[in-house]
């Protein structure tokens, strides 16, 4: 069934017009017609079916139902600080961080990032990746929205004082995800860029208390590197194999 994120109050009986932009994928891409069934979220939890009673080309309006308590959230609380990559490289690890089950993004301006931000493009680009999380969630099925938070360099970042189990991905590091135990706590995982860390910035992030770990003997994308590291995670620790 078609799920469409709507940020507006929801409730049971509730007749809610769609936003332009789910409303243009329910009538030019997916064809849906008066009394097509779909569900809507709104990111704080839960979701309403509903259906659609009235339908052209500039307007979509849906009727709620009764709300289903439904979560599809990960056990873990495990957030990503990701080294801002190119275009398709950046939304391909945002998108599929969702479907793995990650709760919050912080994008990092890392030296060896070959995409430099402005402060104008910065904006831009987060509404742009926020779109690709909401999408991601609509995909999935999850009905809570992760943030994707404006894009820091490492000093900034690490002086928010991030908490939890602390870990950044280094090819050369000792440890690896089974030496470690259940974590109890928010898990931070740092990723590099294309070109990965420079040594200055993987001091600054061990002097911090994050532990590097390796994923075994071969080095991955950046694209790659954080998703195996996250779906590791799920299955060791989190909802895999439930």
Known sequence: MPRFFVDLPLSPGAKIDLPPVPAHHATRVLRLVKGSEVVLFNGQGGEYPAVLDWVD???VSARC????????ESPLDIRLAQGISS???MDYTLQKAVELGVTEIQPLAMRRSVVKLTSERAARRVEHWQGVVMSACEQCGRNRLPLVAKP???PQW???EPDGLKLFLSPDADATLKDLELPQRPVWLVAGPEGGFEPEEAKLIT???FTPIRLGPRILRTETAALAAVAAM???WGDYGQ
Not at 66 to 72: N, S, V
Request: charged share 45%; aromatic share 8%; hydrophobic share 40%.
């Open 57 to 59: 080309k500039d307007m």
């Open 65 to 72: 139902r009764e709300w289903r308590d439904a979560e599809r």
């Open 87 to 89: 275009g398709e490289r």
């Open 152 to 154: 820091l360099d490492i």
């Open 158 to 160: 690490l002086a928010t």
């Open 207 to 209: 002097d911090f208390g």
């Open 234 to 236: 799920q299955a060791l």
